[in-house]
């Protein structure tokens, strides 16, 4: 009951802004803003049957593998960068240059180093993902308590279970912090790719209903876009609440101390 009124509480906003659409859009004849009945006639026949195999699959391939590097390059440099303070300081200016340079700036040298093939598109999803993982592993690893460096320096711990056991657990709620938000970059980032790269995928379906004035399409893959986006945010949120349910825990005990 418990997860029927969260979810009702989480959906009645977004249904009613769909109703209100609805109404408003009814009578519409205006060829940019179709009646949302086309959209969604046009999204059931496209989206529920051949346009999950052709466009999203293939996007989906491309999120997933590009979010999965971005994740080990980013925790990996994290720890080494966090672990090692002067080594920090030294590539602080280059890490700050590239995460302020926008992803839609690098592309065009992704395409004259890789082409307009998908190896292209993941690596710019990767490269726009990798910072915010990045930055928050750094300052996860420096915001571990001091008296656990104490303590494992005591008992002589090497520095490889030190991260396995001590830091890498301490920093786990900023990583997945970064790595949400990673996420949604890494999807902004993928269709922005598609849409400049070969054909197949949202981005590149969207793009291309547009141009051929396929209005009601192009709305239907937007559409679908957004329902894509809220499901893989839903998905990482009930891996991070399994992944970090000991750390809520430890939280819910220490508020219940205090």
Known sequence: MTVLRRLAW????????????WIISASSIDPYFPPLSEIL???VDVWFFEGIRTEIWPSLQRLILAFAIACCAGVGLGLVLGVMTRLDNAVRPIVEFLRATPGVAILPVMILLLGLSDSMKIAIIALVATWPILLNTIDGVRSVEPVLHQVTASYRITLADRIKFVILPAASPQIFAGARTALSIAVVAMV????VGTPGGIGYYILDAQRGFKITSMWAGIIALGILGYLLNKLFALGERRALAWHAGMTAYDRGGK
């Open 41 to 43: 006639d046009e999204f």
């Open 192 to 195: 922005i790719a598609e849409m």
């Open 10 to 21: 989480e959906l009645w906003f977004p249904l009613l802004l769909i109703a209100l659409w």
